[in-house]
T-cell receptor
Framework: QKEVEQNSGPLSVPEGAIASLNCTYS??????FFWYRQYSGKSPELIMF????GDKEDGRFTAQLNKASQYVSLLIRDSQPSDSATYLC?????????????FGTGTRLTIIP | EPEVTQTPSHQVTQMGQEVILRCVPI?????FYWYRQILGQKVEFLVS????????KSEIFDDQFSVERPDGSNFTLKIRSTKLEDSAMYFC???????????FGQGTRLTVV
């Protein structure tokens, strides 16, 4: 079973601090990785995607990918109360040329004012 | 901004009834997906659809489920003879191509009573 693993949390971070979210994946063939934010009762909303080893920055968000360690992370700088949500890590798993997103269980993040 | 739209937002049905969940993917997207999320659990892959046929389906997607793309815009999920355990949020997603980001609709909350 090809899995994506996340610490379910909850993770509590003071407002203004850096929140660090981590994810590992089991399929070495995974090529693309995504971070989605999900508010309670709502659909997943794409925050970042990353394909290459290293860091990718977009505003307050930085995604990091280490394919050798099969590890993906998301850093949120200057955390705001509105960042409080569940963050879903997802990997594209290819199976005989077909692609699907496989999600982790999500990490619940709470930003404390 | 283009978006994936789903109808209805909430459906209540009696056990044993058939339901059809509807989705309009983003117009230039070629890959379509259905996912479900039981309350408090992870987002689970149901089925992927490409080139007018199912490209992959999960163990969950048994004979009770079917998908159709009846015209150039709609993508439907039919659940025959619903069971209590089918109660969940059902998300439709679409993406433009391989290794691109998937965008999710706002979901249909299905409640089977």
């Amino acid at each position: 079973q090809k899995e994506v693993e996340q610490n379910s949390g909850p993770l509590s971070v003071p407002e203004g601090a850096i929140a660090s979210l981590n994810c590992t994946y089991s399929d070495r063939g995974s090529q693309s990785f995504f971070w989605y934010r999900q508010y309670s009762g709502k659909s997943p909303e794409l925050i970042m995607f990353i394909y290459s080893n290293g860091d990718k920055e977009d505003g307050r968000f930085t995604a990091q990918l280490n394919k050798a360690s099969q590890y993906v992370s998301l850093l949120i700088r200057d955390s705001q109360p509105s960042d409080s949500a569940t963050y879903l890590c997802a990997a594209t798993i290819s199976n005989f040329g077909n692609e699907k997103l496989t999600f982790g269980t999500g990490t619940r993040l709470t930003i404390i004012p | 901004e283009p978006e994936v739209t789903q109808t209805p937002s909430h459906q209540v049905t009696q056990m044993g009834q058939e339901v059809i969940l509807r989705c309009v993917p983003i117009s230039n997207h070629l890959y379509f997906y259905w996912y479900r999320q039981i309350l408090g659990q992870k987002v689970e892959f149901l089925v992927s659809f490409y080139n007018n046929e199912i490209s992959e389906k999960s163990e969950i997607f048994d004979d009770q489920f079917s998908v159709e793309r009846p015209d150039g815009s709609n993508f439907t999920l039919k659940i025959r003879s619903t069971k209590l355990e089918d109660s969940a949020m059902y998300f439709c997603a679409s993406k433009e191509g391989r290794n691109t980001e998937a965008f999710f609709g706002q979901g249909t909350r299905l409640t089977v009573v």
